[in-house]
């Protein structure tokens, strides 16, 4: 685009356009990931770690599943994170608002998964935050069903 201003041109860069999900991916989750940052291998993790922590439903105050202390998709620990000065409750519980939030900050965009007990890369377990855990029940609550979700992963949504 170029415009004219007063004694010479000017070039100016076209508007950007939004980031979108590959066109054949049709799961809800891996489309609402998108637009917060997570695209390719990072979409597949982030899918993976939210339908671990919450099958992908909105856990939320009124949700029979909400426990009171983790919140939304993503189950944002309240008492490991409610004083950071990211913390907002209403955003959240919003999923998009909290797939920002969880790229941006908690996950330092899509390259550190160690509060969800992942290695970078996801491709392993960091129990740092879970060593309190006996290995039997780090296998279970953290690898198994995340092992299981990236299986389930619908492919047609990375790139």
């Known amino acids: ?10 070039l100016a860069m ?3 356009s939004k ?13 609402m990931l998108w637009p917060a940052g ?4 990072k979409n597949a993790i982030a899918w993976a770690i939210t339908w671990r ?39 959240l519980r919003n999923p998009q608002r909290q797939s920002r939030i969880v790229y941006r900050v908690v996950s330092k965009r899509g390259t550190y998964w160690r ?6 890369d996801g491709q392993g377990m960091d129990t740092t935050h879970y060593s309190m855990w006996s290995s039997a029940t780090q296998w279970a609550w953290i690898w198994q069903p995340y092992a299981y979700a990236r299986s389930i992963y619908p492919k047609e949504c990375a790139r």
């Not at 685009?1 to 041109?9: K, T, V």
């Not at 997570?38 to 291998?41: A, I, N, S, T, V």
């Not at 909400?66 to 309240?78: A, E, F, H, L, P």
């Open 53 to 91: 922590e919450s099958r992908h439903q909105n856990l939320v105050p009124g949700h029979p599943q909400y426990n009171g202390s983790d919140v939304g998709i993503w189950q944002t620990n309240r008492p490991a994170h409610g004083a950071a000065s990211w913390w907002d409750e209403s955003a």
């Open 38 to 41: 997570f695209r390719g291998d």
């Open 1 to 10: 685009m170029i415009a004219e201003m007063g004694m010479g041109l000017v």
């Open 115 to 120: 509060p969800w007990g992942l290695t970078s």
């Open 19 to 31: 980031p979108t999900p590959p066109s054949a991916c049709r799961d809800k989750a891996a489309r």
């Open 14 to 16: 076209p508007p950007k």
